[in-house]
DNA sequence: TCATCACCTGGAGA
DNA sequence: ATCTCCAGGTGAT
């Protein structure tokens, strides 16, 4: 009796919630239409309806929510204080994702300087401008372009989706990736620092955006992307532990040290105890997302 | 190594 | 209406 309670509470601290998931910052292309959300991952589409089950045809079922993941054993080692506790409890049902990385890499170089509402404008223009069309539930898609299509086009067809100054840069990380200068089987297998910096030699993407897409795309779950919000919850929260980095920008040197202690501190889930916290915060003030 | 500043674009607030 | 400021940063002085 015991046991059998213990496990449907922990079936229950380990359902996903899709809304919470979805709308914590991690993905742009996702539309609820009627009961049920609609993602776009890579050339795949994801249709789910709650409560979850995957609806349409993907090979991504039980990988895409990180399924694989020892949640128990992440979560207890996250909670190292009352906050991160908190957090974790408040948000029971968020996830990190694994996404499809050469869409991860090219929405986060978007990302820079720009608003949410912005962002997914731009990556839905790339889509329906150069990704392929596809129907399900008598509904039409657009999949995410292939590198080799994206690396091709034009600065002007770029601009046209609003990238403004990013148009430069995507072009290049498209071309980057399609001759596999940057090749994301590789980076997976490579350990965090090393990946980092492959990253970072793409022009338009700096620690924060390579920080994203280790973290999201990538399983480098010891990313933790020091961005304003993240870092407005280290001074605000973790005056003590993190005070020494009170410099308005957040230099090369500064972002590293801090990142080296920021796994000292949350372990080697940091990523998963940011994406807590960083939901707790966000929601604090308002702020949604799709 | 560090501090400043410009940057496409669109939405919000003065 | 018109302007300014800013949004999940990065690159060039």
């Known amino acids: 009796m015991l046991a059998r309670q213990s496990q449907f509470d922990m079936q229950k601290i380990h359902s996903i919630d899709l809304n919470l998931t979805i709308n914590s910052g991690q993905v742009f292309l996702w539309n609820k239409i009627g009961d049920i ?31 694989d993941d020892d949640l128990s ?65 008598k509904r039409l898609f657009f999949t995410f372009p292939k590198p080799e299509i994206l690396s091709d086009a034009s600065n002007k067809d770029l601009l ?27 980076l997976r297998k490579e350990n965090y620092k090393s990946a980092l910096e492959t990253l970072k030699t793409v022009p338009g993407i700096g620690n924060k955006i390579a920080d994203c897409i280790l973290l999201f795309s990538l399983d480098k779950l010891e990313s933790f992307p020091l961005d304003r919000w993240t870092q407005r919850i280290l001074k605000k929260y973790y005056p003590k532990i993190f005070g020494d980095m009170q410099g308005k920008s957040l230099t090369e040197k500064k972002y590293s040290e801090l990142h080296e202690k920021i796994v000292k501190y949350f372990g080697s889930y940091a990523g998963y105890s940011q994406q807590f916290l960083f939901k707790m915060e966000r929601d604090l003030y308002k702020k949604n997302w799709l």
């Open 37 to 67: 959300w609609f993602g776009i991952d890579g050339e795949d589409l994801l249709a789910i309806s709650e409560p979850f089950k995957i609806i349409s045809p993907s090979r991504k079922i039980n990988r895409f929510f990180r399924e």
């Open 160 to 186: 046209s989706c609003g990238l403004g100054f990013r148009a430069k840069y995507v072009k290049q990380a498209a071309k980057m990736a399609n001759l596999e200068k940057i090749n994301f089987a590789s």
């Open 73 to 137: 054993k992440i979560l207890s080692e996250i909670e190292k204080d009352d906050l991160v506790k908190s957090a974790v409890k408040d948000f029971s049902g968020l996830r990190l994702m694994r996404q499809d990385p050469f869409q991860c890499y090219i929405s986060f170089i978007c990302s820079s300087n720009s608003s949410i509402q912005n962002i997914k404008r731009m990556l839905e223009n790339l889509c329906k401008k150069f990704g392929d069309e596809m129907e399900f539930d």
